[in-house]
């Protein structure tokens, strides 16, 4: 049976950046949400599922320090090859999202960026553990910006399902933040559909 990692290895491997179902050149919607954070182009960024994202470039224009993170080997292998492997503010890692990560992470994340990761994760368990690997992972008076499949949107991607979002339902997740600001997105993926997404913004709370 196909493991996770290997189905994303797979799709990296055979599909060209600007063919994948997410792929995007324009990160204005992205940057408008991060302008909203003081500082944060001198901030500990950490993503997720950064995959071959051509927002690791944009952010590294910037001197914000990166944390990047992807399940697929394939897609990691790519990037680094892409963005370069060794660069003093860029930190690389595979790890499953849904399972926790290094202790020497806990507390040290300024910014957490989610464009498209957590609602490939459609099991009760697994979005729990997400949720707490936030909480864990930023600090307090940090920031989080989730941009996931709205309840508008497909009911699957990259073959796989996804688990649709409102912001209640992200508001409920994130007990130790508040919501600073949410917004409805359409995203038009390269084969020319629209996919209805959810923006929002939080900051954890210092106490």
């Not at 950046?17 to 182009?41: A, C, M, P, V």
């Not at 060794?86 to 300024?110: A, F, G, Q, V, Y």
């Not at 990259?158 to 933040?177: C, P």
């Not at 600073?180 to 959810?198: D, K, L, S």
């Amino acid at each position: 049976m196909e493991t996770l990692s290997g189905h994303w290895d797979k799709i990296f491997r055979k599909t060209a950046d600007h063919k994948l179902g997410w792929y995007e050149n324009d990160f204005s919607q992205t940057l408008k949400f991060l302008n909203r954070i003081r500082g944060w182009k001198q901030a500990r960024i950490f993503m997720p599922g950064a995959g071959t994202s051509g927002l690791i470039g944009e952010l590294m224009q910037t001197n914000a320090t990166l944390v990047l993170n992807d399940l697929s080997p394939e897609a990691i292998a790519l990037a680094k090859k892409k963005y370069g492997g060794k660069k003093e503010n860029l930190r690389w890692l595979c790890l499953d999202i849904s399972e926790p990560l290094p202790e020497e992470l806990h507390n040290t994340i300024d910014i957490w960026v989610d464009r498209a990761v957590l609602h490939f994760l459609v099991e009760d368990s697994k979005v729990e553990k997400y949720f707490k690997n936030v909480h864990t992972l930023v600090k307090p008076g940090g920031h989080v910006i989730l941009a996931e499949f709205s309840k508008k949107g497909a009911t699957k991607c990259a073959g796989l399902n996804v688990r649709r979002y409102n912001v209640e339902d992200l508001k409920n997740n994130m007990v130790a933040f508040e919501l600073i600001a949410e917004e409805e997105y359409i995203y038009t993926n390269p084969g020319g559909e629209p996919r209805p997404y959810i923006y929002t913004l939080f900051q954890k709370r210092s106490t």
